[in-house]
Structure formats: structure tokens, C-alpha cells
């Protein structure tokens, strides 16, 4: 069975990895997830241009009954300088997205001058969607704010770029985002970011769960997936075909990136749950893939990746 994907002539022998953020701080969970037999990449924690500790905790809560997730970590990163030494020094034969997340449009541009300088040769995910950086708006619910970086990064940056996206809500949005990304020569787009702003409350103590924000955060998991497939599925059926999707958000099954992968998915990302079962997370999904695909006689990814069929 061929489990493989391509992004920018990079290949991938396994469709899965981790969702930025999560099992990806250190040099130690890098190395863990590109050590697993079933990964077909590793992503960096978003970088910030220097250290940062994150929010105040907690600031990460698992829902009961597997519902998912909400956080607000606050980009805790080792910076920019850590990952760049991890992503140059690593021998390793699969692909290495490196993910950036600035706090200004000048700090973005300046990591990706660093970025086209180095020798790094791998792919660079310009994260446009962090909900948690207190008095930092999503970049990318500002269309204007991301034309305009996306139209200087592209002015300079040559390597392999994508973006990642926070969740769409309206048709319109998905029709503007889209008219904007296929301007640019993105080599993906990643959907999506944790649904921002939500909030979870403790039926005990009638208290917010975690504490940045008076309790808001991002939320992940089972809840979001059928806003990641939507959104997975629009921007598929919207943006230029040499532009790929990392489908990221709601995967706890192997179903669930089977889904993923039916809305047009090249690549998927696992985060909540990567983080309540740990990197073995990757073989149980990969082996419940496996046997969907089997049952329904694929050989496969290309065979059923974007067949989704709808209602006449
Ligand atoms: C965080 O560090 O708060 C999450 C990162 C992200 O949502 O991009």
C-alpha cells in the first residue's frame, strides 16, 4: 500500500506528522517524532525571533471524554536561533518544515531573510494564525495585513513557503482567502489553527480552565473537525492545484485522516491528540488507515484523495 504524498519535490512516505505546537518545542521531541516508523516529516514549534516562555499555566486542558482540547501556550519557543541550529545539524532523511510565527510583519520577514540565507533546504511554514499572543490579532483574518506580507515575503523568500491558516466560517472568506493565496506561489497551505477564543468552564468550580486571556483559547481535537474538513474542502476546491494542503485539526481516528485526506488532504497533522497519547499515536492511526483503504479497495492516497462525493 503507497502511503506517500509530495509537496514541492519533497516526498513523504507516510502522510502523517505532528501539528506545530505540539511534541516539537525541543530538540528531544523533534527527534522522537522523526524517530517514529510511521511520520512522514516533523514541524518546529512556531519560532519567535528570540525565547519565550509562553503564557502563564495552566494554559492546556483535555476535555473529558475525549472532546479535545483548549490552550493557550503563547508561542513558548525555544527561538528562532535553536531551531535554525536543530534544522541544519539534523541528518535526517525525512523532510523538516520550519516553522516561523513573528509577532510583526518585520519580525516574519526578517526570520524568512535568515531563512533564504541559511542553508537550510527544507520547508518553511509561515504560521499567520497563532489565537493566543495576548493583543495580537490573527494575521490571517486580516486579508490586507496578509497580502501585503505575503507580496514582500515572495519579493525575496525562493524556498519552498506555505502558510498556516486559522478556520474560515463564511463562503465569502473562504473565496477571498483563496483569491489571495493563489497569487503567491505558496508551496502549501496548512488548515487548520485551533479554533480561537473559545472557552471551556469547570462544572465544579464554575472557573475558567485555564488561565491567560480570563479563560479564552484555542480549541482542538473532536470538536473542531468538521470545521477542519470544511475548510480543507473549500480551500481545495478553491486554490491553484500546484498549491498543497496540510489537513490539520479533529484527527483522533484513522477515519479522521481518512476524511482528511477524501477532502483533498495531501498531508495530515495530528496535535490534541498527539498530545494526549503520546508519538504512538502515529501507528495506531496509520494502521486504522491501512485497514479503511483495504476495505475499499484502494491501493493508495492519490485513488480517493479529493473524491469526496456530494448530494445531487
Ligand atoms: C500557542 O503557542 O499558543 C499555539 C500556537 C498556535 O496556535 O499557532
Known sequence: MNLTATIAGFNFEHVMLNAAGVMCQTAEELDSVLASAHTGAVVTKSATTNLRPGNPAPRYYELPNTLGTINSMGLPNEGFDYYMDYVTKKQSQKPIFFSIAGLSKQENLDMLHQLQDSEFSGLVELNLSCPN???????????????????????????????????????????????????????????????GNGLVIDD????????PKGGFGGI?????????????????????????????????????????ILCGADLVEVGSQLAIEGVAVFERLERELADIITKKGYSSLAEFRGQLKVIA
Open 133 to 195: 499572543v495576548p493583543g495580537k490579532p490573527q494575521t490571517a483574518y486580516d486579508f490586507e495585513a496578509t497580502q501585503a506580507i505575503l507580496t514582500e515575503a515572495f519579493a525575496f523568500f525562493k524556498k519552498p513557503l506555505g502558510v498556516k491558516l486559522p478556520p474560515y466560517f463564511d463562503i465569502v472568506h473562504f473565496d477571498d482567502i483563496a483569491n489571495i493565496l493563489n497569487q503567491f506561489p505558496l508551496a502549501f497551505v496548512n488548515t487548520i489553527n485551533s479554533i
Open 204 to 211: 465544579d468550580t464554575d472557573t475558567v480552565v485555564i488561565k
Open 220 to 260: 482542538g481535537g473532536t470538536l473542531v473537525k468538521a470545521t477542519a474538513l470544511a475548510n480543507v474542502r473549500a480551500l481545495r476546491l478553491r486554490l491553484n492545484p500546484e498549491i498543497k494542503i496540510i489537513g490539520t485539526g479533529g484527527v483522533t481516528s484513522g477515519r479522521d485522516v481518512y476524511d482528511h
